[in-house]
Each structure stands twice: as structure tokens, then as C-alpha cells.
DNA sequence: CAATGTATGTACTAGTTAGTTAGTTATACG
DNA sequence: CGTATAACTAACTAACTAGTACATACATTG
């Protein structure tokens, strides 16, 4: 009890880290906010899942409002530099395509507080998003990756040349998103658990057969 | 000033009427959840906003939780009465699944407070909906005509046969809950209003032409 | 090793918020 | 017409909640 490693993981006061007590907030607070929302999340409660004081988030953050928008944004940009990595250039057209849309079904699949943020941040009419200059300009490698699929896809004569990326990009997402954020509702109305693991595979293939289906439609 | 017409429209007491004032504050409440969520929402501003006291809340509705509950319950019963007004029978499979879609698309996109509550619902993994017994064993009634329309189709051999109407409803549902829900942060990330009425037509084709090229393809 | 600013904890406060107490007024009914 | 009861109101309260004032310990640097 008397000294202490440097590096203690969950108990002792840690000594001083700056940079230390400033991402435990925000992990904590991104877990609060995801979990009950902007106004049903408590600050006094943040403050004592972490090993610091209320004071610090104050100190750190500057209020409630600022601290929710830096979990937002740490969320964004996390979720982008994941989506950086994506890399189906050197696949066939369609193959391509089965890859980011089961890559983009893994990702929410198992990043539910993001989609649980999103689902919030909507309820506010996007009001943060929109004012957050960290936000505002991030790019999307997810769409760029499909963009350019897409173009290899026509070029080759396999998809057809009416589709708009960013509508590929909605459909796709609509389906991921939609099997996390309403999985509560829908199972209470239909008694079937979209995120059961019995039926992932069959979700995932679903998807990509979808997609795929309508990118090589007539037109 | 003096006298007031029986039923005059916004301003006066107008008199006692109990269920004229359980459904103002009924209506007041809905509202105000779907907009601000049900931490988000303030008790003494749906008071406010109706022409009666929080006291009536109270009295009526018995408290904050249990109003949101009743707003959630009329809001799923509301909907569920619209959707038994349904009727595709008589038309061919492929026409019934187009104006199934249709409807559902038309339907979300009318009913935007639904959606946000629903969205809300899910904040709190549907702990209210699976509690409530107005709610527990309502049916959906679009569930069923989509059941019968793919039976129909399958027996007429222009439907795959390995097809369940609960992931056609989901993905059904997927498209067009997605389209209201994530309208705000799509926009915001896209610059893309799904909701624009320029391209209303374009999605509503869309998500018909999605479905049947899925129910009609090899299997 | 002094001094200076960064990091931190304690205790408090002003304002808000769900819920209540203690009544009053209108209406239906005998 | 009077009385019982349903419908209603105003004012209050206890608990909560975001935010702050103030005091202090630590660490770095000259």
C-alpha cells in the first residue's frame, strides 16, 4: 500500500498524468453519453467512474456540452482511421464490394457505442456534428473506397453506370446501422435478435447479396 | 373577453373535459419526448405547453415515466391501425411488394415523431416497450401482408423460396427508418438531405426496386 | 532549492426538476 | 336545489445537478 508501480492499472491515485486523466474522462464519458444519452447522463456520475474528480472534467473539458462533443468527436475520427485501412483496390470489382460491405457490417457490429452516439447525436438534429470544426471536414475513406470501385466496376461493363456512390453508401449503412441501433425494438416486436451470432454470417451475406443484386440489375 | 364559445379553438379554459385534456397533454408529451428524449424532456414544459397544470399530468398520467409510456403505447397503436388498413391482396406478388414498400416508405416519412421515439426507445433498449402489455403482444399487421404476398409469389414460382418475411420487413424497414432517423449526421457528413422531396421519387423506386430484384434472384 | 505554473481535491451554491400538499370549482345526479 | 364527486389550480418542497471558489500538492526549470 505504500509505493506504487508507475503504471498501477485501476486502483491508486497514479500520480500526476495529464494526458492520462484526460482520456479516462473521456472514456468513461463516451461510455455514459452512449449509454443514456446527453441529458440523461450525469455528470457527478462520469466524474465517479473515474479515478479522478468532477473538478477535472471542468478543468479539462470546460462543461457537459464540450465534453460530449469531444467524446463525439474522438468517436468520428476513430471510427475514420479504421475505415482508413481498407484497402479492396487490388480485388475484382465485386469482390470489392463484398469486402467493404462485410467490413463495414464487422465495424458496427462491434463499435455499437459509436452507432449508439450517432443514433443520439441525431435525436439533436446533428446540432454538435454540425458545429464541430474537428467534424465538419473529416472525409469518408468508406465512400472514397466504393467510389472507386464503382468506376472500376462500370469501366469492366459489370455494374450498371446509374448508381450514385453515396446511395450505395446509404443502403449499406442503413442495413449495419439499423441492425444495431433498432435491435432492442425490433426484437421486442418480432422476437428475433438481429445481433443473435447463430445469424450473422447470414446477415452478412445478405447484405453483400443485396447490394451486389442491385449494382448488376438491368438498370 | 366576457364569454367564450363552447368549444372555442386555443385560448379559453374551455371547460371541464377530462378526456379533452388527458389527450392535450397526451399529444403535448409526445411531442415534446420525440423531440428532446425522455431525460431531455421537462415535466413542467409539457405542462406549459398545454392549457392545463402539471398537476393534471400527474393526475391523469400518474408521472413522467408513465407519460412516455403512453405516448410510446398511442404512437405504436396509432401506427398499427394505419398499417391494418393495408390491402395489396388482389394485386400481382411484384406489384404487392412494390406498393407494400411504398407504403412503408411513405408511412416513416409521415410520421417522423414515430421514428425519433422509436430511435429513443432504443436509447433505452426498448425497456418501456418490453414492459408495456397495450404494447408486449400488439401484432404488425405489415408483417402479415408481406407474409402472404411472398407465400403467393413462391407458389407462383417468381419469388426464391428461401426467403423469411422478417428479413424483408427488416431490410424494408431498415431502408426507410434509416432514411428519417440518420437524416441529420448523413446530411452533416454527406451534404445529402435523404429527405429532400427532389429526390423523394429516386429513394421510393429505389427501395422497391431493391427488394424485388432480392426476392427475384437465383436463391 | 526556490519559484512558478500545472494538476488536483474538497466543499459549496444557485438553479432546476419531479413530484406533492392542500385546497377550489364545475358538473351530474338525487 | 343541494351535495357528492370528478376535474382542476396554485404554491410548495425535497432532491438533484451543473458548475465554481478556494485551497493545495506536485513537478519542472532556472
Known amino acids: 500500500m505504500a509505493t506504487q508501480t508507475p503504471d498501477s492499472p485501476a486502483a491508486a491515485p497514479a500520480a500526476r498524468d495529464a ?28 466524474a465517479a467512474k473515474t479515478r479522478t474528480t468532477k473538478r477535472m472534467i471542468y478543468y479539462y473539458f470546460g462543461g457537459k456540452e464540450r465534453l460530449y462533443v469531444s467524446a463525439l468527436e474522438q468517436a468520428y475520427t476513430g471510427i475514420r482511421a479504421l475505415e482508413q485501412q481498407v484497402d479492396v ?12 460491405t462485410a467490413l463495414t457490417f464487422d465495424h458496427h457490429e462491434s463499435h455499437p457505442e459509436f452507432i449508439r452516439l450517432v443514433s443520439i447525436e441525431n435525436i439533436h438534429r446533428a446540432r454538435h456534428l454540425v458545429r464541430s470544426e474537428i467534424l465538419a471536414g473529416l472525409a469518408n475513406p468508406a465512400l472514397d473506397a466504393l467510389t472507386r470501385i464503382l468506376v472500376r466496376g462500370r469501366a469492366a461493363g459489370r455494374f450498371r453506370d446509374d ?21 432492442y425494438t425490433f426484437n421486442a416486436i418480432f422476437q428475433r ?9 447470414h446477415y452478412r451475406t445478405m447484405i453483400g447479396d443485396l447490394v451486389l443484386e442491385y449494382l448488376t440489375a438491368a438498370g
Open 163 to 183: 448508381v450514385d456512390p453515396i446511395d450505395v453508401h446509404m443502403m449499406i449503412s442503413a442495413f449495419c446501422v439499423f441492425r444495431t441501433a433498432n435491435r
Open 193 to 201: 435478435d438481429m445481433l443473435d451470432p447463430a445469424r450473422r454470417d
Open 89 to 100: 483496390e487490388h480485388l475484382d470489382p465485386a469482390e470489392a464490394i463484398r469486402q467493404l
Open 19 to 46: 494526458e492520462r486523466t484526460r482520456a479516462e474522462i473521456l472514456a468513461v464519458a463516451t461510455r455514459e453519453f452512449a449509454d443514456k444519452g446527453f441529458a440523461g447522463a450525469r455528470v457527478d456520475e462520469i
